[in-house]
């Protein structure tokens, strides 16, 4: 295998996906010239998959990278790249579902995206975009209405593949349980401190593709910890195989059968991001990872409120 071609998995939709995708979240955000130089950098390093969402504002520096690299020849038509962006969560209604991936594909300047999820199993009130107080604007979430309007998303050709994100196994059940066309993908915090057991064997028995968000911790964020990156446990792993630590966090995902959103704009990073795919944990060190200690890093205090659907973080992520 080429060091930078990176593998894909195909989804329960029968379409193809690269198993690691270039995340697009940034904060601080850069100006949107220097986004889109980054994103083309990575389509040169070998990514072929780009995760943003509505909320991100980076659909359309994303948009004009794409167009750069057709026209630069990184690539040789649109089919090349695999696009994921994501439904807010002020347009989680059935109603609002088709007019947001409108204006995201206008943002995007594309006539689909080979993914699209709903951010989260939450509904906000629309014009509530403070992310300091979105909990006192938090509304019942119809979970079945909203996944109809995604399936009519499939229907009309704006996207290849449907899916959720921050789903918790029982809010995903519901889903699959009424579905015409099944989530392909759940995308959730997933790392070496949040290992997600009970899920991934979930989403692996019903043929949803589990994808790691934070695959590296926070990083620098104003939320969670540096507890993946400053691990002893993978530090120990790394220097013993010769490898970068990320390095070490990365495979142990793929190990697990899960895809993730990686996020570097360092081009030597973004190279060392992507070659985990000729060498392996050994069970000792797999055992070893198994030890570190869990705790969520996001815990999504935004969407829970006194007089919310969900009154507390037990209600949001149903136990888990």
């Not at 990156?229 to 970068?244: D, H, W």
Request: hydrophobic fraction near 40%; aromatic fraction near 10%.
């Amino acid at each position: 295998m080429e060091s930078n071609k990176i593998p894909e998995v195909i989804l329960n939709s029968g379409h193809r996906m690269p198993l690691i995708a270039m995340g697009a979240v940034s904060d601080p955000l850069p100006p949107p010239e220097q986004l889109t130089s980054i994103y083309i950098d990575a389509i040169a390093t070998g990514y072929r998959h780009f995760d943003t969402a509505s909320i991100y504002n980076t659909e359309e520096p994303l948009g004009k990278a794409v167009a750069k690299a057709l026209e630069l020849g990184l690539i040789k038509n649109r089919d090349e790249l695999f696009i994921t962006s994501k439904l807010w969560c002020t347009d989680a209604h059935h109603d609002l579902v088709l007019p947001a991936l409108k204006e995201t594909l206008g943002k995007l300047d594309l006539s689909y995206v080979d993914l699209y999820l709903i951010h989260w199993p939450v509904r906000i009130m629309k014009g509530s975009e403070n992310l300091e107080s979105l909990n006192e604007n938090v509304v019942p979430f119809y979970i079945n209405a909203t996944w109809k309007a995604m399936e009519e998303c499939c229907e009309f050709g704006l996207a290849k593949s449907i899916g959720v994100s921050n789903f918790s196994w029982v809010k995903l059940k519901k889903i699959l349980d009424q579905a015409t066309i099944p989530p392909a993908v759940n995308q959730v915090e997933m790392n070496v401190a949040w290992q997600q057991e009970k899920l991934v064997e979930f989403c692996r028995a019903n043929g949803v593709r589990l994808s790691a968000w934070s695959p590296l911790g926070s990083n620098g964020s104003c939320w969670g910890s540096q507890k993946v990156l400053k691990s002893p446990v993978l530090q120990n792993i790394a220097a013993a195989k010769e490898k970068t630590v990320a390095q070490i966090a990365l495979r142990w995902i793929y190990e697990q059968g899960a895809s993730m959103v990686v996020k570097s704009f360092n081009k030597e990073r973004m190279k060392e991001n992507i070659k985990i795919f000729d060498w392996k944990l050994s069970k000792e060190e797999v055992d070893n990872i198994k030890q570190i200690p869990q705790r969520r890093g996001f815990l999504g205090e935004w969407f829970v409120h006194e007089n919310g659907p969900y009154k507390s973080l037990e209600q949001l992520w149903d136990g888990e």
